[in-house]
């Protein structure tokens, strides 16, 4: 059974910066993929980044146009722990942030099998 514990939420004012963790455990081929979501008040979740866990590539992909040069994916895989690191904050970046894992990459959430509980990132203006 996959775990996966995230951290780093909170409140930043408007242009600061907070990095996310996702950290997982479990079997490595149900978690080949560590995607990053979010979901505000009365949304639709929305789908930021991908990684894979499994490559030697550190960088994941942010799929996100509305974050794409903010925000960007890494791993530490010695850790299995994958962040999303978040720069120059918007008041609308504000939602429940969740990681999840699953066999493969994609934007949907559908494709994710395993979920964290989420995080809350506030931003103010």
């Known amino acids: 059974q996959v775990q996966l514990v995230e951290s780093g939420g909170g409140s930043v004012q408007a242009g600061g910066s907070l990095r996310l963790s996702c950290t997982a455990s479990?079997?490595?081929?149900?978690?080949?993929?560590v995607g990053w979501f979010r979901q505000a008040p009365g949304k639709e979740r929305e789908g930021i980044g991908t990684k894979y866990t499994d490559t030697f590539t550190s960088a994941g992909i942010v799929l996100l146009d509305s974050v794409r040069g903010r925000f960007t994916i890494s791993q530490d895989a010695a850790k299995n722990t994958v962040y999303l690191q978040m720069n120059n904050l918007k008041p609308e970046d504000t939602a429940m942030y969740y990681c999840a894992a699953g066999t493969y990459c994609s934007d949907s959430y559908r494709a994710f099998g395993y979920w964290g509980q989420g995080t809350q990132v506030t931003v103010s203006s």
């Open positions: 479990g079997p490595t081929s149900e978690r080949r993929c």
